[in-house]
């Protein structure tokens, strides 16, 4: 290599880098056998991985060839002194020549380069006093030879190679990594979806054994469900028929004590035993003397707890209607609730698990409300053939049919002795009934509009109507004359309720308001807006502190009655809900929908 250097460059040339050790120059080769960079191996786990790693190996090919191509080109150009001899054996376009530089620019672009500017200017002094004194010879200051700018070409093609190769070691790297990331994600994924694979195989095999031993239980479950159905249906029965009995010797018991104080004033009396028997076996049933005085009300002074509104929950749902369910009512005594539809049936269900007890069929339309007798033993139902139906539980049967409605029948509701029937209907009035005799004993004719709900106020002879001519009336029993009558719907009121101690009346209107009125004040006490859908029915709870509403958007508004603010729904039916109550010992809420359900809440 030192020869090499020695017979293209100058004598003074020479000394001055022996002296001064500023240039170093070797002459490099090139070949496409020789490759500094070292491949890693790769694992491959199947073909797809082997396409991808060839299209990366074709891409380190075309760049290695690339650089490979200058350098036959700069192989092939011809050099100065082959210019000056003979010519050349084959044409070069003059656009690939490339002119030699002197030596003095070639060392002053070198010291540029590498950044020695005191070197250069050291060189610039000397390199100009020597050639004005004329020591400088034409050879020593021609052309760079060849092998230089071979070197220089070579070098700055090989800073480039080296370059482009740690930009695609880099490249490599990262590629290599997101490979193996994804490749352990696929292996992951594989492994989970043999697993999901054998788990689903595993259910499949157990949900198979289940019902084939659901099958094999089945006709014993409903073997047993009908003998349970036939025993609480007994046990019911046995319950209703000591209450009617019970019911019995008290009025017996009256009875006897009537006729005692009746024995003892006629005591002088010459009518004969035998005549008087007589007499009184041809007599006719008697029209029911209608109170002449409010009872005491034994709820006025005693205070009980309020439904805690934000612990309602859903205890059950039982569709027991094939058709929509209007109404619902509470048993007074026994955990029994009792539910109408517009399928004409009426039904008895235990509480809370809803067996059925008992069913009657004898309407001839649908069924608008049911209520039952203050003392348990019969109950009420008001339908669209426009008559009220009396059922007695013992004989399963209808006792007597009230018919002087000429109009579809919405509500009934019981004296609180028992002895009469309030009703209201389409045809704008509402009736008074004496149970006794199966007689209208009054009616109230004032509203110019469908009476739509009718109930008694608690312990007294008065009875409180609402009315689709957006109107609350109370009136008197005795007279059957109206005694107040409360103005400010907006819109038809479809209910209307008393508070246990009877002081307040809560009514709902089609338009979703709530109102609170005060009987002694004869005035509204509040509004409540209840959402933009009708309200079908309201009640009071025990404590007379909540309300609820039953609504059409399938909720059941929950208010509060002493700061007049709406509380909180009720969600779970999936059509208009009709009714709502609570039951008498302040435990359960009942609510019946056009879902053809009905549901208990606690």
């Known amino acids: 290599m030192a020869s090499t250097k020695n017979n293209h460059v100058p004598l003074m040339k020479q000394k001055s880098l022996a002296d001064d050790d500023l240039l170093k120059l070797e002459k490099m080769e090139l070949s496409d056998d020789e490759d500094d960079f070292q491949y890693t191996n790769v694992d491959v786990l199947d073909d797809d991985d082997e396409e991808d790693e060839e299209d990366f190996q074709s891409v380190l090919r075309n760049l290695n060839k690339g650089p490979e191509i200058d350098a036959t080109v700069d192989d092939k150009a011809p050099s100065p002194v082959q210019k000056n001899a003979t010519a050349p054996s084959r044409t070069v376009p003059i656009s690939t020549q490339v002119r030699p530089s002197v030596v003095d620019d070639f060392i002053r672009n070198f010291l540029i380069k590498i950044s020695m500017p005191r070197t250069l200017d050291t060189f610039n002094t000397e390199w100009y006093e020597l050639m004005a004194k004329g020591k400088l010879k034409e050879e020593d200051i021609g052309v760079v030879p060849d092998i230089y700018l071979r070197n220089q070409a070579l070098d700055d093609q090989v800073k480039a190679l080296r370059k482009q190769l740690d930009e695609t070691k880099k490249i490599t790297e990262k590629a290599k990594g997101t490979w193996d990331k994804f490749r352990h994600q696929r292996d992951v994924h594989k492994m989970h979806h043999q697993r999901v694979v054998q788990e689903k195989n595993i259910l499949m095999d157990k949900i198979k054994k289940l019902r084939k031993n659901i099958a094999s239980y089945e006709p014993l479950l409903a073997e047993l469900r009908t003998k349970y159905e036939v025993a609480m249906k007994e046990k019911m029965l046995m319950r209703l028929e000591r209450d009617r009995c019970i019911a019995k010797a008290e009025a017996l018991e009256a009875q006897v004590r009537a006729l005692e104080q009746k024995d003892s004033k006629s005591t002088g009396s010459k009518v004969s035993p035998s005549k008087s028997t007589m007499s009184g076996s041809k007599k006719k049933k008697v029209d029911t003397k209608i109170p002449a005085e409010n ?100 004989s399963a049967s209808c006792t007597l049919t009230l018919h002087d409605h000429a ?19 389409m045809d704008h009035t509402c009736k008074l009934w004496d149970l006794a005799t199966g007689k209208c004993r009054k009616t109230f004719r004032g509203h110019v509009d469908s009476v739509n709900s009718v109930c008694f106020q608690p312990y007294t002879v008065n009875i409180c109507t609402g009315s689709g001519d957006k109107t609350i009336s109370i009136w008197d029993i005795r007279s059957g004359l109206c005694v107040q009558t409360f103005y400010g719907h907006q819109n038809t009121c479809n209910s209307v309720a008393f508070s246990i101690t009877g002081d307040t009346i809560a009514s709902c209107d089609a338009d979703g308001f709530i109102k609170l009125w005060d009987v002694r004040m004869v005035a509204e006490r509040a509004t409540i807006d209840g959402g933009q859908q009708p309200l079908n029915s309201v009640a009071f709870d025990k404590s007379g502190q909540v309300i609820a509403a039953a609504s059409d958007d399938g909720m059941i508004k929950m208010c509060n009655a002493k700061t007049f603010e709406f509380v909180a729904d009720l969600r779970g039916h999936d059509g208009p809900v009709q009714s709502v109550k609570f039951d008498p010992v302040g435990k359960y809420i009942a609510s019946a929908s056009s879902d053809c359900t009905f549901r208990l809440w606690t």
């Open 295 to 394: 009872g005491v009300n034994p709820n006025a002074d005693k205070r009980f707890d309020s439904v805690q509104i934000k612990r309602v929950e859903l205890v059950k749902a039982f569709q027991g209607h094939l058709n929509s369910i209007a109404a619902i009512a509470f048993h007074p005594k026994n955990p029994v609730i009792a539910t109408v539809s517009d399928d004409e049936t009426w039904k008895l269900w235990s509480m809370p698990n809803c067996e059925l007890i008992m069913s009657g069929e004898g309407h001839r339309d649908w069924i608008a409300g049911i209520e039952f007798h203050p003392r348990g033993t019969h109950i009420a139902t008001s339908s669209g053939d426009n008559t009220v139906k009396i059922w007695d539980f013992v």
């Open 407 to 425: 109009h579809p029948v919405w509500e009934s509701a019981f004296h609180h002795e028992g002895d009469f029937l309030a009703s209201c209907s």
